[in-house]
């Protein structure tokens, strides 16, 4: 089993910044690859980036290339989402997700393991 929790949502200003931590536990190795979506009220998942624990490989939603960036300092710590140069529609629930696949993947349903979601609000 695995299990994932984020944490670092808040309320920040129209070009403010935050991080999210996602803490990854159990069998870890179910999970080489881990993925950040978020989702308002009503609407599907949108996928926001990904990471791939073997190589570090990374990949951006158009959207929030050049302002977010998803990394870990090392293979068995948390993975962070830096989101920077935030703007109100960046407003959303953001979810942590793991999958057993070096894919990373940008949909929702190709995900096995979720966390709860954080708020991450963006004032204008």
């Known amino acids: 089993q695995v299990q994932l929790a984020e944490s670092g949502g808040g309320l920040v200003q129209d070009g403010g910044s935050l991080r999210l931590s996602c803490e990854i536990s159990g069998r870890t190795s179910e999970v080489p690859t881990t993925a950040w979506f978020r989702q308002a009220p009503g609407k599907e998942s949108e996928f926001v980036a990904g990471?791939?624990?073997?190589?570090?490989?990374?990949e951006y939603d158009g959207s929030v290339k050049g302002r977010f960036r998803t990394f870990r300092n090392n293979p068995g710590g948390p993975v962070y989402l830096q989101m920077n140069s935030l703007k109100p529609e960046d407003t959303d629930v953001y979810y942590c997700?793991?999958?057993?696949?070096?894919?990373?993947?940008?949909?929702?349903?190709?995900?096995?393991?979720w966390g709860q979601g954080t708020q991450v609000t963006v004032s204008s």
């Open positions: 997700a793991g999958r057993g696949s070096l894919i990373i993947a940008t949909m929702a349903n190709d995900y096995t393991y």
């Open positions: 990471i791939r624990r073997r190589d570090v490989t990374t």
